[in-house]
Nanobody
Framework: QVQLVESGGGLVQAGGSLRVSCAAS????????MGWYRQPPGKQRELVAT???????NYADSVKGRFTISRDNARNSVHLQMNSLKPEDTAVYYC?????????????WGQGTQVTVSS
């Protein structure tokens, strides 16, 4: 059974940094794109950043220049380094990955990790 397990997150003051990580476990053939999404309090889930299997990245305008997404294909993991954090970055952050188990590729989600930025 494929699972995405997140780690990191927590409470930080504005201007600080945090790193969240996510690792895929279980049996599967390959991982295509991976990414991070977030859901601020009372709002819908939104894209933060994605990275393809060839490490091509894409960022939401609100995090460009502050956040960096990376992946370690050998460890089936994806990371999000968040610098210059702002209170509006407060949200539950979710890891996402398109994983090919046998024939079909499906989207998988992590359980979410809370990031809180205090002013």
């Amino acid at each position: 059974q494929v699972q995405l397990v997140e780690s990191g997150g927590g409470l930080v003051q504005a201007g600080g940094s945090l790193r969240v990580s996510c690792a895929a476990s279980g049996t599967f053939r390959s991982i295509n794109a991976m990414g991070w999404y977030r859901q601020p309090p009372g709002k819908q889930r939104e894209l933060v950043a994605t990275i393809t299997s060839d490490s091509i990245t894409n960022y939401a305008d609100s995090v460009k220049g502050r956040f960096t997404i990376s992946r370690d294909n050998a460890r089936n993991s994806v990371h999000l380094q968040m610098n210059s954090l702002k209170p509006e970055d407060t949200a539950v952050y979710y890891c996402n990955a398109a994983i090919r188990e046998r024939i079909l590729t499906r989207d998988f989600w992590g359980q979410g990790t809370q990031v809180t930025v205090s002013s």
